[in-house]
């Protein structure tokens, strides 16, 4: 799904990286450590720019927190998007995260912001 996310976005004209989101993270011993978690995608063209993750499913709530917890650690106010392989009804999260089914992201290119 991740191929056809990013030829998508390549047809679309946008210049595409991989994110990477560090963060300090508290061990079981006490210590903290510096972790990072990963953005599937950094988009970008012109002013425009957009972070999107990309997921099988987010039925699962902990495989939905996984998929947020990176774009919800991003410190600017540029659009986040996850994008599921399931059908679904485009939708916000209670933080702000619009989820939207593949097909929907293909044949709408309005879901990006520009």
Do not use: W
Not at 19 to 45: C, S, W
Not at 46 to 74: F, M
């Amino acid at each position: 799904m991740e191929n056809v996310i990013f030829n998508d976005l390549k047809r679309r004209g946008f210049d595409i990286d991989v994110g990477l989101v560090p963060y300090n993270v508290k061990k079981e011993n006490g210590k903290h450590a510096l972790t990072q978690l990963e953005v599937d995608f950094m988009i970008n063209r012109g002013d425009t720019r957009c972070y999107i993750q990309s997921a099988l499913s987010v039925e699962d709530p902990e495989k939905k927190e996984q998929e947020s917890a990176s774009l919800l650690r991003i410190p600017d106010s540029f659009q986040k998007i996850v994008v599921v392989r399931d059908f679904i009804y485009p939708r916000k999260d209670d933080k702000g995260i619009p989820y939207i089914g593949v097909e929907d992201f293909l044949l709408n290119e309005s879901f990006i912001e520009t």
